[in-house]
C-alpha cells in the first residue's frame, strides 16, 4: 500500500473535485467512498428532482398547448416511464463519476467508510506540497483559485 498526501471522505460533487483536482497538481490522494460515487446531488438530490420537474413542465405545457396556439393535445401520464427517464438520465450524468477514470487520473478509490482511515498509511503532519508551476489560466474551472493561495498547499 502506499502512502497520501490527502485523503478524501466522500465521493460526491465536492470530494471527486477536490480528489481529481489535487491529484493532477501532483497530489497522492486516497478517496473514501462507502457506496457510490457522485453523491446524494447525482442519485437522490439534484439531479433526480431537475429531471422530475422538467418532466412535469413539458406535462403542463402540454395540457396548455391551446395558450401557445396549437391544437389540444390529449396527454397521458405514465409515472413508472417518467422514473425510467430519471433513472436514465442519472445513469448518463453519472458516466463521468467512474472509479477507474478517477484511477487513471491518480487518485486510489477506496470502497467503505472513514473507519478505513486506520488501515491507509496517511502522513498526517501538517506540510507544504509544492505545485507543479501553474498559472491560473491551467486550472481555470478548477475548485482552486491560484490568485488567492501560495504556490504551495498545506495538506
Given at each position: 500500500?502506499?502512502?497520501?498526501?490527502?485523503?478524501?471522505?466522500?465521493?460526491?460533487?465536492?470530494?471527486?473535485?477536490?480528489?481529481s483536482?489535487?491529484?493532477?497538481?501532483?497530489?497522492?490522494?486516497?478517496?473514501?467512498?462507502?457506496?457510490?460515487?457522485g453523491?446524494?446531488?447525482?442519485?437522490?438530490?439534484?439531479?433526480?428532482?431537475?429531471?422530475?420537474?422538467?418532466?412535469?413542465k413539458?406535462?403542463?405545457?402540454?395540457?396548455?398547448?391551446?395558450?401557445?396556439?396549437l391544437?389540444?393535445?390529449?396527454?397521458?401520464?405514465?409515472?413508472k416511464?417518467?422514473?425510467?427517464?430519471?433513472?436514465?438520465?442519472?445513469?448518463?450524468?453519472?458516466?463521468?463519476?467512474?472509479?477507474?477514470?478517477?484511477?487513471?487520473?491518480?487518485?486510489?478509490?477506496?470502497?467503505g467508510?472513514?473507519?478505513?482511515?486506520?488501515?491507509?498509511?496517511?502522513?498526517?503532519?501538517?506540510?507544504?506540497?509544492?505545485?507543479?508551476?501553474?498559472?491560473?489560466?491551467?486550472?481555470?474551472?478548477?475548485?482552486?483559485?491560484?490568485?488567492?493561495?501560495?504556490k504551495?498547499?498545506?495538506?
Amino acid at each position: 500500500m502506499r502512502d497520501f498526501d490527502l485523503a478524501v471522505i466522500g465521493g460526491g460533487a465536492g470530494g471527486l473535485n477536490v480528489a481529481s483536482g489535487v491529484a493532477q497538481l501532483g497530489a497522492r490522494v486516497a478517496l473514501i467512498e462507502k457506496k457510490k460515487l457522485g453523491g446524494d446531488c447525482l442519485h437522490y438530490g439534484c439531479v433526480p428532482t431537475k429531471t422530475l420537474v422538467h418532466s412535469a413542465k413539458i406535462a403542463s405545457l402540454m395540457k396548455r398547448s391551446r395558450e401557445f396556439g396549437l391544437n389540444d393535445t390529449n396527454i397521458s401520464i405514465d409515472f413508472k416511464n417518467i422514473m425510467n427517464h430519471m433513472r436514465d438520465v442519472i445513469s448518463k450524468v453519472g458516466v463521468r463519476d467512474d472509479s477507474k477514470r478517477l484511477e487513471d487520473m491518480g487518485v486510489q478509490v477506496f470502497w467503505g467508510t472513514e473507519n478505513l482511515l486506520t488501515l491507509i498509511p496517511l502522513n498526517l503532519m501538517v506540510r507544504r506540497l509544492p505545485v507543479k508551476n501553474l498559472s491560473p489560466q491551467q486550472v481555470q474551472g478548477s475548485l482552486l483559485s491560484l490568485s488567492k493561495v501560495s504556490k504551495t498547499f498545506n495538506i
